[in-house]
């Protein structure tokens, strides 16, 4: 039924598809939906804590008995700078003034922790099909204990070098992730995004080179992208943003609104709203600053200073200063419950690949 | 044998392959291979005179009859600016110093004139099957003067946005450029490089929005992305570094050997060498200064400052300071001749759309 079976074979779910980890947007609720309907659903955990991660994981598995990957950062948390934090806060002045805000305001901020001891004991004892990383890998120690628990190791590249990286140490499947990727690019062995490959150019390229089974990621949310990384010589595709469309995303009216009305031009990778780059709809703070900033703090602070901002603002309505993450094919998106979704993206994929035959 | 015949049919060529015009690379040599494999040859004006264009086209008419492409760029010539060229040249004085060079040496510098009465006689005169332009559309007169020639037309377009202006003027068939694509990009409704999309996203959707028949480009480098073209939509697609590998291609010593060792990560959109955003291979020139500057002058004229350090480092053999076009997907270059790498492309496309289906 499939073309390429590696990936269906080796987690064992019937569709190639990855209901991707999106930290924030994804639960419990979601991955069930997603597993249910035969993909793999994916549970971001990178903004849970210890006691979530485990109550999410008791949901799961309560209903549904299909494979399910547990999704973690695995990136070294930087050192407080109060320096660079105090320098961001200076720059970003004139719109705390505008809000009449203090600028030592804080507010709650948006904390993405590493995967660590005590998580991994987590993955010890709940034993996920799959474990995901973001951003590379954990130490060997850490990676060692996530297969020896039974787990498959999944994560993203995107560079051959980055591709290559992985299969080196283990990984079991490689996710080509794109620059049209909605989201935190995964890149850990390059911090330059002007030199990041499209997922037209990066899967075949990773494809070749490595022998591990490869998923397709960005720009990927119809059963034509779907069919699209087969021909590339993925073993399936990963998709993020047409589940944010899905009732079962756990996002702001303001960022499903900003979906529902995004085209292709609307996205660009900015580093303002965590450190790091990531791809989302533009709006005003990205407008006016540029998406890309050399005066963020490090990866996942920079969103501290922010974060009375956001909340200041999306009281009246407006995501100015929200992080509206999202991929470039947003425009493909549609109202369907995640469960469906999944569905017909296999069945459009299947009468596609049908189709293109001669 | 074909899933999508749109472009086959109206063309009226075997394959669904455009070898792509590349100004300064591509000859009538290239162009005839193409034509003569099955596919839409490809010559490429924009750096040729009168003559030239009559000589080239003459050779091509003689040596195949299949259908022709002449390529245009259709951009309005930038005024002079002495000021903004002087501080662009000592912007550069370092490197003149280093070569020992007279800050205000000259060289013969790239030239590229717009499509114009002139030129538009010699498509009245020789009527090419086809004529493209890269910037959008020349003026309305011309345009129809085109049309009446008997020439079909064809545009690229970068957006969803651009691609609705194209159909709206009559364009008869589309190119969707994905940002993995070498060269210049065809923005012509937008200058912002950050908000371009990347092939798999932009294809859908522009082939989505419009009627008109939709040639995907950018990336595609072997029948995998021509597989993947059609999947995602298109009616064919556009290969350009491919039949850069080829020996019909006229490019440096240099450029080759950098195509030949080139990977997924080393190219990066820069305005160094013409004041337009182009894909190339990451020299020294791109890596020092970043690959977008602010000070360039304008299209076309900011190639001048460079010319006479590209000719003292290529001289010394080295690519410092010359433009290596390339899309993000070099690493898929063969060492073929143009019409067997039509061939070859157009047979793997095949045999994968076959292996495809369920």
């Not at 204990?145 to 299969?167: C, D, F, I, P, Q």
């Not at 109202?335 to 469906?340: F, Q, T, V, Y």
Request: aromatic fraction near 6%; include cysteine; proline fraction near 6%.
């Amino acid at each position: 039924m499939w073309p390429n079976r590696d990936f269906l074979d080796l987690v064992g779910v019937e569709l190639p598809i990855i209901q991707a980890p999106m930290a924030g947007a994804g639960g419990s609720a979601m991955a069930i939906a997603a597993c249910e309907a035969g993909g793999l659903g994916s549970l971001p955990c990178a903004m849970l804590n210890i006691d979530k991660v485990r109550a999410e994981v008791g949901v799961i598995r309560q209903r549904t008995e299909h494979p399910i990957n547990l999704n973690f950062f695995c990136h070294t948390p930087a050192a407080p700078d109060s320096s660079r934090e105090a320098a961001w806060r200076a720059h970003l002045a004139e719109y705390y003034e505008e809000f009449g805000l203090d600028p030592a305001a804080t507010a709650p901020a948006v904390d993405r922790a590493p995967f660590d001891g005590a998580m991994c004991e987590i993955v010890e004892d709940l034993k996920p099909e799959v474990v995901s990383f973001h951003f590379g890998l954990p130490g060997q120690n850490l990676l060692d204990r996530v297969k020896a628990a039974g787990s498959l190791v999944m994560s993203s590249a995107t560079t051959v070098e980055e591709a290559r990286w992985l299969e080196d140490r283990g990984c079991d499947v490689i996710i080509a992730q794109g620059v049209e990727a909605g989201g935190h690019r995964g890149m850990f062995l390059t911090e330059n995004i002007a030199t990041q490959a499209g997922t037209m150019a990066l899967t075949p390229q990773i494809a070749d080179a490595v022998k591990t089974p490869v998923i397709a990621a960005g720009g990927i949310a119809d059963g034509r992208g779907i069919a699209a990384a087969f021909a590339l010589g993925a073993a399936g595709a990963q998709v993020g943003t047409a589940y944010l469309f899905t009732p079962e995303a756990r996002i702001s009216d303001l960022h499903r609104a900003a979906l529902r009305t995004a085209g292709d031009d609307q996205t660009a990778l900015t580093n303002l709203f965590s450190g790091r780059p990531a791809r989302g709809l533009l709006n005003r703070i990205m407008r006016e600053i540029g998406p890309m900033s050399e005066m963020t703090p490090a990866f996942p602070t920079a969103g501290a200073a922010l974060a009375p901002l956001k909340a200041e603002a999306e009281a009246k309505g407006r995501a100015e200063f929200s992080s509206l993450w999202s991929g470039q094919a947003a425009g493909l998106g549609r109202d369907l419950g995640a469960g469906d979704l999944t569905r017909q993206l296999a069945l459009d994929a299947q009468r596609l690949l049908k189709a293109l035959a001669p």
